[in-house]
């Protein structure tokens, strides 16, 4: 006897709920090796010191090797940190044993088993110590602007390419803040003009013997960033479309199946639409089989005959629609789940987020006045132009379809009377706003050609 649709949904539910149970357990457990980790790195490389280059002489290449396997379990630490705390308010759990706790640890000072709580207390105390530890190193401080991971020492003048990547980096240097400053008091108190100066600010910078060594730091630094921006935008397009495919092949997909294919009646046509295409499907393969027979295709069938066909027919229709019907709910979980993998993608990855939109600021302006016009029009005549209510009439009908919902035509024409009259309201004011304060070339490029 098979288990009913509720039977299945308390299983699939008792399971869900005992993974939720013991995810304050997993999460500090994971936050707890990653401290582990940072910890053996220090007693086998750093005489159990906070790491530096100075403890044992290393390089800046290993010093940077270092560093970054310590800026990876500080992040897991956090993360997980933050995941024990959120999952243990919201289960508003209190028993030590709830969280998988059972006292098989020691107390330090007299060697006795601690308990539950007194096994999660010392856990935490050890997390909090190591990462306040590090919260006072610039590198590893949670608020750490660097982006890209640069050698210790620092000279006292830069170039301006120099000047340049930091500033789309975020980073900012000492030497470079005093420059800057002994700049700006020569310009307030000398009568010379700032012309002349700069000029020989600009010599000066040139005949630097350091200035090779920045021009290669500054190109080394740059192509890093590239780099990096081009491996998380392609992360950020791969791993949502592999989320969809994976979760919806081997997850969301036999989950549905298992539950559409339960005794019970299912209903096969999620929305009426469906009902009625699935109906003129059926009313068009019997007119096309009448066309067969007056056109003499077929020899003239009985009753018995014409109804054995139609049968065939109907069921080949239920099986389509039914493959649609289950793939739209397939859909809907699968896309969610895409969702997720893509928020927290960029939720662990804001290093990454700003290389990538320091990388895409960097292209964007860069570009010539005429070819930014020329993607300014492009863009504002595929979705706001005079074509665009087609294109928008295609891209909504093709969502409901793929979610299974009713293509509804009232729906479909309010927003595109109101959806793209708001996105050009927004892109004129940005043009208005923001375009024209950094490229006003640009905007008198785009007016001309768009005229």
């Known amino acids: 006897m098979k288990p009913s649709v509720f039977e299945k949904l308390r299983r699939v539910f008792g399971g869900l709920r005992g993974w939720v149970d013991t995810t304050p357990n997993r999460a500090l457990e994971q936050a707890y090796e990653a401290i582990l980790k940072i910890k053996a790195i220090e007693d086998e490389h750093f005489e159990g010191q906070t790491i530096n280059p100075e403890i044992k002489g290393y390089s800046a290449n290993v ?34 044993k709830s969280f998988g706790f059972e006292g098989n640890g020691s107390n330090a000072s007299n060697g006795e088993p601690l308990t539950g709580d007194e096994l999660i207390l010392e856990k935490l105390r ?48 000492k030497s470079n803040d005093e420059d800057e ?3 700006g008091g020569t310009r307030q108190n000398s009568f010379v003009p700032r012309s002349i100066l700069g000029t020989f600010d600009r010599l000066r910078r040139d005949l630097d013997p350091e200035a090779e060594q920045e021009v290669v730091k500054s190109f080394r630094i740059s192509r890093a960033q590239t780099a990096l921006a081009a491996r998380f935008l392609l992360i950020l397009v791969i791993v949502p479309l592999l989320t969809h495919h ?19 009646e299912v209903e096969i046509f999620i929305n009426e639409e ?11 393969a019997r007119e096309r089989l009448e066309f067969k027979i007056l056109s003499h295709q077929l020899d003239p069938l009985s009753e018995e005959e014409i109804r054995e066909y139609m049968e065939v027919e109907a069921a080949t229709v239920y099986s389509d629609f039914e493959r649609r019907g289950s793939d ?11 969702v997720l993998a893509f928020s927290g993608i960029l939720l662990a990855s804001r290093r990454e987020v700003g290389i990538l939109k320091s ?5 964007v302006y860069g570009l010539s006045d005429s070819a930014k016009a020329f993607i300014i029009i492009l863009f504002t005549d595929m ?18 379809r793929h979610f299974g919902l009713p293509e509804s035509r009232s729906f479909i024409f309010l927003f595109i009377a109101t959806f793209p009259v708001i996105l050009d309201t927004v892109f004129k004011y940005w043009i208005f706003r923001y375009l024209n304060r950094i490229s006003p070339s640009a905007v008198a490029t785009y007016r001309n050609m768009n005229e």
Request: charged share 20%.
């Open 328 to 338: 739209a709910i397939k859909n809907i979980f699968a896309d969610l789940l895409a």
């Open 274 to 284: 469906m009902e009625e295409k699935a109906f003129q499907e059926i009313q068009r």
């Open 246 to 264: 994976l979760s919806k092949a081997f997850v969301v997909g036999p989950a549905v199946d298992y539950f559409r294919s339960a005794p019970e």
């Open 181 to 183: 400053s002994s700049q």
């Open 63 to 96: 010093y940077n090797y270092f560093r970054r396997e310590i800026s990876q379990q500080l992040r897991l630490a956090r993360v997980r940190l933050g995941e024990f705390r959120t999952s243990q308010t919201f289960l508003k759990l209190s028993a030590p």
């Open 383 to 400: 979705f706001v132009g005079f074509h665009s209510p087609h294109g928008w009439e295609v891209l909504l009908e093709g969502v409901a």
């Open 359 to 363: 990388f895409m600021d960097e292209v």
């Open 126 to 173: 050890f997390i909090d110590a190591t990462l306040a530890r590090y919260s006072s190193v610039p590198p590893f401080a949670s608020g750490s602007k660097a982006l890209v991971p640069v050698e210790p020492s620092a000279p006292s003048t830069l170039s301006p390419t120099v000047k340049r990547n930091a500033s789309a980096s975020g980073s900012k240097r």
